[in-house]
C-alpha cells in the first residue's frame, strides 16, 4: 500500500464553492459593460447549394445595425488536423444551418432581426446525406472538390477525386490464412447515427480587437491554446500573430468534446476584427448547439470474425464507413483513432481494418467523449456475444480468453503495456452474480437479461501533445498553480492540487488552480482524450518537484542540512534525523533565509514543469499501419448489466450496472467514481433514447431537448457499482492514466447483449427504443 | 413598463419590454447571474428561480408578469452561509461542470420546503425538470437524500 497523503483520497473539490455558490463565472455571465455588441448569423437553409449572391442592404439600414459582415471579407479556411472548414461558407454551403454571413448590432434582437433581412440567393445542389451516396459521387459536386489543396497532417490520407477526406487501414498478420484456421466465421454489419454532446451550456464567445492590435477571445473552450493557435492561423493574413491573439476561458459548463477545437468561435474573432474598441458577443442557441459545432459522427461498420472452436480469435476484418458531414477538420482524426483499435482489447493476430472518413452534406462530424470508440464497440461488442454464443461457450470466458495482455500485439505492431483488464473481467462477473440465476420479475410481461461488454480507449493526439505549469508560492505558503487544462467537470483542478500537494507537503486547500488566460499560463495542447489527468498531471508534478528542489537546495546550503535528510510536510521543512526540527515555509517561502551576515539567500520560489511523450510516433506505413506507436497508453475495463425489459411496451429498466476500470492509481476515487456514474448514463441515453432526425434535405428536425431526450433523474439505473483497478502507469503522474471518457463507451452494447440475453432479439442498429423493441417482438 | 417586486428580500424595480423574459432581465438588467440560460424554452431547467415559493422556469416567465412577486434566486439563499443543502451537494459531489447547480439547488430547495423527508422517486420526481449531463444524476439525489437522512442538517 501507498504512504501518500493527498493522493488516492477523496479530496472535496477546490472549484466545489464556487460551483454550488453560483460564483463560478461561464463566458455569459462575464460583464462587458454598455459597449458590449452582439452578433447573429445567417445560416445556409440548405444542405449543398452554391451562393450566387448575398444582399446585405436591407439589414444595413436597419437602426441599431453597426456592421454585416460575408465571407468576402473573411476568404480563409481554418482546422485542428485539416484545413478545410470556412469561417464563412464561400462560394457554396455544405449543411444546413451553415454561417454565410454574420450581423453585429448594439443588442441581439436587432442583430436576429437583420440577419433575417439579408438575401441569399442559392443554387441547389444535390444534398449527399449518406455514406454510400457520397462515396458514389465524384466530379465537381463533390462536397470539396478543393480537397487535394487543403493542407492536413501527415497521417491523413485523402483520396483524389472523392468524398474520401481520409482512409485509415490497418493490415497485420494474414487475414486469408486467418480465416483458413478458424472454425467459425461469423459476418454482420452493425449501424450507428449520430449524436450531440448536450452540454448544458450553449457555446459562447465574446471577442474584442482592442485599438493597439490586440485581439482578446473569452470563449467556453476545452482549448484556450488551440484556439489561439488556430486563430493566429486563419487570421494571419490580417496581420495577426500568436503575440496579439489571447484567450480566455472561465469555468465551461460541459465539454464532452463539443467545445474542443475551434467551431463557431473563429465567428467571433472574425467579427470581433471589423468593430475594433468594442467587445462583440456571439452565443449559440440550443439549436446552433446540434446543428453547428460539431455532432458524433454515424458509423457503418462490416465485421468478420474468425474463431476456433476452443474460443480463440484468430481473424478480424472490419469496415467502418464514417458520416464525418461536411467539414472533418477535427473528425477525420476520430475515425483514424477508431481505425487503429478497432480490434478492441483484444489479442486477434490477423487484422485488417478499413476505417473510412466520408463527406456528407450533414453537420461537421467532430470529437465526442470515447472518440469512436463508443462507435465501434458497439457492433464488435454485439458480434462476439454472437460468436460466443454459436460455439456455446459463455460470453465472459470467450472475452476472457481473448482479452489482451501486457507483451500481446496491437494491431499497428507495438506491443501492449501491464493492464487490469482480467481483473476487471472478473470483478464485474463477480459483482454481478454472472453465475447465479437472474431474479423473476413477478410481474410476468416482464423479463430480465443481463449483458456484458469489454472496453479500451487511447488518448488520440498528436505524438508530441503536451502541457505545461507554473507554480507559485505566495507569502502564506499558499500555492498557485498556472495551467491551461479546463475544468470541465472532472475536478481537473482538484487533480492538479492533490499532486502539487502530495509533492510539496501543502493541503490541496491551500492550493488555487485557476482556469486559464493564454497570456499568462503556459502551453496545453487541449482537454481531450482522457489525457490532462495523466499529461499535465506530469507537468504539475515536475513543477511541484522543482521547487521542492528548491527549498531543499535552499535548506542544504543555508542551514547546511544534508538534503536527503530532509522532507516536507503541512507546509513545514521537516528532518528525518532531527524529529524537533520544523522551519515553516512562511519563514522562507518569499523572502529566503538570512545568513549570520545579515545578507539573505533564496528569494520567491517559483516552480516549472513540462510533460511531451518522447515515445511515440505517428509515422507509419500507410498501406498496412504498421510501424509507429501512434498511442501512448490505453485505459481498459470490463461493465456489465442487468436489464429489466417490459414487454408491452418495450421499455427498458435498469436494476444494475456495473463498470470496472483500470485508471493505473486513483487520485481522487470520488472523482473517478463520478465519471463512472455519469458516463455510464450518458453511454445509456445514446441507446435507449437520444435518436437525432434529420429529414430528406439534411435538415435536423429534433434540435432541442423537446424532441432530443437526453435523460433526467428519471431515467437512472437503480443502482451504478463503480470498480476501481489499479495497475500503474508507469509513465503517468503517480502511476495515474485517464479514464474520463471510458465510462460511456460499453453502455451501447451492454443494452444490445442483455436484451439480446432477455428476448433473443439482437437489434444491430442503435438506438435500441421500446418502439424498435416491441416492433422487433412484433416481427 | 415599469414592474416592481421583490427579490432576494430587497425591493427592486425595472423597466422592461413587453416580451422580455424574467430570465434575462434578471441577468442582463438586475445582474443576477446564478439562473443560467441554457434552452429558452423551459425544458433544460438552468434557469430555474423561486417565484412566491415556487420553483419555476424564469425563460417561461415574462419579466412584466411579476408586478408584486417575491423571487428568489440561489444568492437569496445563502444569506446566512451555505445552507445544509449546498453542503450536502459539496460533500457529494453533487455536480462536476456546475453549470446546472443553480437551478437544481432551487428545485432541491422547494422540494425540501415542501416535503422535509422525500424518498428517492420523490427526489428523482422534483429534480426531473432539471437537466444535468455531467452526474448522472446519482450524486445529486444522493446530496439530498444524506440530508434528509440527517435530519435536515
Redesign the interface.
Known amino acids: 500500500m501507498s504512504n501518500y497523503k493527498y493522493i488516492g483520497k477523496s479530496a472535496?473539490?477546490v472549484?466545489?464553492?464556487?460551483?454550488?455558490?453560483?460564483a463560478?463565472?461561464?463566458v455569459?455571465?462575464l460583464?462587458f459593460g454598455p459597449d458590449l455588441l452582439y452578433a447573429a448569423v445567417v445560416e445556409s437553409p440548405h444542405a449543398y447549394a452554391i451562393i450566387q449572391k448575398i444582399n446585405t442592404k436591407k439589414a444595413k439600414e436597419l437602426p441599431g445595425v453597426v456592421k454585416v459582415v460575408t465571407g468576402k471579407e473573411f476568404p480563409y479556411r481554418f482546422g485542428l488536423y485539416m484545413h478545410d472548414r470556412y469561417i464563412f461558407a464561400q462560394d457554396r454551403v455544405r449543411f444546413v444551418g451553415e454561417q454565410v454571413a454574420a450581423v453585429i448590432a448594439n443588442d441581439p434582437a436587432t442583430a436576429l432581426k437583420a440577419a433575417r433581412l439579408v438575401e441569399v440567393k442559392y443554387k441547389k445542389l444535390k444534398p449527399l446525406l449518406n455514406v454510400g451516396d457520397a462515396l458514389q459521387q465524384q466530379g465537381v459536386d463533390r462536397v470539396h472538390p478543393d480537397l487535394a489543396n487543403y493542407f492536413h497532417v501527415p497521417w491523413f490520407y485523402p483520396k483524389k477525386d472523392s468524398n474520401i477526406a481520409h482512409f485509415r487501414k490497418i493490415r497485420r498478420g494474414d487475414v486469408g490464412e486467418g480465416f483458413g484456421d478458424a472454425d467459425l466465421v461469423y459476418e454482420d454489419n452493425y449501424v450507428v447515427p449520430r449524436y450531440a454532446?448536450?452540454?448544458?451550456?450553449?457555446h459562447a464567445a465574446v471577442g474584442k480587437l482592442d485599438h493597439d492590435g490586440r485581439l482578446t477571445l473569452w470563449t467556453a473552450s476545452q482549448s484556450p491554446h488551440t484556439q489561439r493557435h488556430l486563430f493566429a492561423e486563419a487570421l494571419a493574413p490580417l496581420g495577426f500573430t500568436h503575440q496579439n491573439v489571447r484567450v480566455i476561458t472561465p469555468?465551461?459548463?460541459?465539454?464532452?468534446g463539443g467545445k474542443a477545437g475551434v467551431t463557431m468561435e473563429i465567428v467571433a474573432a472574425a467579427l470581433a476584427t471589423t468593430v475594433p474598441g468594442r467587445p462583440v458577443k456571439l452565443l449559440w442557441?440550443?439549436e446552433q448547439e446540434f446543428y453547428n459545432t460539431y455532432q458524433r459522427q454515424g458509423v457503418e461498420a462490416s465485421i468478420k470474425v474468425g474463431v476456433k472452436n476452443d474460443g480463440t480469435i484468430t481473424t478480424l476484418e472490419q469496415t467502418l464507413l464514417w458520416d464525418a458531414g461536411a467539414y472533418v477538420e477535427y473528425g477525420a482524426n476520430v475515425v483514424n483513432a477508431a481505425g487503429l483499435s478497432a480490434t478492441g482489447p483484444y489479442r486477434i493476430p490477423n487484422v485488417k481494418i478499413d476505417s473510412v472518413c466520408v463527406y456528407t452534406n450533414l453537420p461537421p462530424g467532430g470529437p465526442y467523449r470515447g472518440f469512436g470508440y463508443s462507435e465501434f464497440i458497439f457492433g464488435l461488442e454485439s458480434h462476439f456475444n454472437q460468436i460466443a454464443k454459436q460455439l456455446g461457450m459463455d460470453q465472459v470466458e470467450f472475452r476472457r480468453k481473448n482479452a489482451i495482455r501486457a507483451g500481446d500485439q496491437l494491431a499497428y505492431g507495438a506491443p501492449m503495456h501491464a493492464n487490469g483488464l482480467l481483473e476487471a473481467i472478473d470483478r464485474v462477473k463477480q459483482e454481478i452474480a454472472w453465475d447465479t440465476p437472474k431474479e423473476i420479475p413477478s410481474d410476468s410481461s416482464k423479463v430480465r437479461g443481463r449483458g456484458f461488454s469489454l472496453f479500451w480507449k487511447a488518448p488520440a493526439m498528436p505524438p508530441n501533445a503536451s502541457s505545461t505549469a507554473f507554480l507559485k508560492f505566495n507569502e502564506d505558503a499558499s500555492i498557485n498553480i498556472m495551467v491551461s487544462g479546463m475544468?470541465?467537470?472532472?475536478?481537473y483542478l482538484t487533480v492538479m492540487a492533490q499532486i502539487a500537494a502530495e509533492v510539496l507537503g501543502v493541503p490541496p486547500e491551500k492550493i488555487r488552480v485557476e482556469s486559464p488566460d493564454t497570456d499568462r499560463n503556459p502551453y496545453e495542447w487541449q482537454t481531450v482524450a482522457s489525457h490532462i489527468t495523466w499529461s499535465c498531471g506530469n507537468a504539475v508534478k515536475r513543477a511541484a518537484e522543482d521547487a521542492r528542489d528548491q527549498i531543499v537546495d535552499l535548506i542544504e546550503n543555508v542551514l547546511e542540512m544534508p538534503r536527503d535528510d530532509i522532507y516536507l510536510e503541512n507546509c513545514q521543512v521537516r528532518s528525518k534525523i532531527e524529529p524537533d526540527f520544523a522551519l515553516d515555509f512562511t519563514e522562507f517561502i518569499i523572502n529566503g533565509l538570512m545568513l549570520p551576515d545579515g545578507s539573505w539567500r533564496g528569494g520567491p520560489i517559483v516552480g516549472r514543469g513540462m510533460f511531451m511523450p518522447e515515445f511515440t510516433s505517428a509515422l507509419s506505413d500507410p498501406e498496412t499501419g504498421q510501424g509507429g506507436k501512434p498511442n501512448v497508453h490505453y485505459t481498459v475495463g470490463a461493465s456489465a448489466i442487468e436489464i429489466e425489459i417490459d414487454r408491452d411496451t418495450g421499455k427498458i429498466t435498469i436494476p444494475k450496472v456495473v463498470l470496472a476500470i483500470d485508471c493505473g492509481q486513483a487520485l481522487n476515487p470520488?472523482?473517478v467514481k463520478?465519471q463512472i456514474?455519469?458516463?455510464?448514463?450518458?453511454g445509456l441515453a445514446t441507446v435507449l433514447y437520444e435518436d437525432m432526425r434529420f429529414d430528406d434535405q439534411g435538415r435536423l428536425l429534433n434540435p432541442?431537448?423537446?424532441d432530443y431526450k437526453?435523460?433526467?433523474?428519471?431515467d437512472?439505473p437503480d443502482q451504478?457499482v463503480p470498480i476501481i483497478v489499479e495497475v500503474p502507469q508507469g509513465d503517468g503522474p503517480f502511476g495515474a492514466r485517464g479514464m474520463g471518457e471510458h465510462t460511456m463507451i460499453p453502455a451501447a452494447p451492454l443494452i444490445a447483449n442483455a436484451l439480446y440475453d432477455a428476448l433473443g432479439v439482437r437489434v444491430k442498429s442503435m438506438p435500441i427504443t421500446a418502439e424498435k423493441i416491441v416492433a422487433e417482438l412484433i416481427n | 413598463m415599469k414592474v416592481s417586486f421583490t427579490l432576494n428580500s430587497e425591493t427592486r424595480w425595472l423597466e422592461c419590454q413587453p416580451n422580455q423574459t424574467l430570465l434575462h432581465a434578471l441577468r442582463e438588467q438586475l445582474?443576477v447571474?446564478?439562473p443560467?440560460?441554457?434552452?429558452?424554452?423551459g425544458?433544460?431547467g438552468?434557469c430555474t428561480i423561486l417565484l412566491d415559493g415556487k420553483s419555476i422556469k424564469s425563460c417561461l416567465v415574462l419579466a412584466c408578469e411579476v408586478e408584486g412577486c417575491e423571487i428568489t434566486?440561489?444568492?437569496g439563499l445563502?444569506q446566512s452561509g451555505?445552507t445544509p443543502l449546498?453542503k450536502a451537494?459539496?460533500?457529494q459531489?453533487a455536480?462536476?461542470?456546475?453549470?446546472?447547480?443553480?437551478g437544481m439547488?432551487i428545485a432541491a430547495t422547494e422540494l425540501l420546503e415542501h416535503n422535509s423527508s422525500p424518498n428517492r422517486g420523490e427526489?428523482?420526481?422534483a429534480?426531473?425538470?432539471?437537466?444535468?449531463?455531467?452526474?448522472?444524476?446519482?450524486?445529486?439525489?444522493d446530496a439530498v437524500l444524506d440530508l434528509v437522512d440527517n435530519g435536515g442538517k
Open positions: 472535496v473539490r472549484d466545489g464553492k464556487a460551483k454550488i455558490t453560483g463560478a463565472q461561464f455569459d455571465d460583464d454532446h448536450c452540454a448544458i451550456e450553449n469555468f465551461v459548463g460541459g465539454g464532452f442557441s440550443r475544468e470541465i467537470g472532472q475536478g470520488d472523482l463520478g456514474t455519469g458516463g455510464m448514463l450518458q432541442n431537448f423537446t437526453i435523460p433526467t433523474s428519471l437512472t451504478i | 445582474g447571474k446564478s443560467k440560460c441554457g434552452c429558452e424554452r425544458d433544460c438552468t434566486t440561489l444568492e445563502m451555505l449546498q451537494f459539496l460533500d459531489n455536480f462536476q461542470c456546475g453549470f446546472c447547480a443553480p439547488v427526489i428523482e420526481e429534480l426531473a425538470g432539471n437537466l444535468c449531463r455531467c452526474t448522472g444524476y446519482a450524486p445529486i439525489i
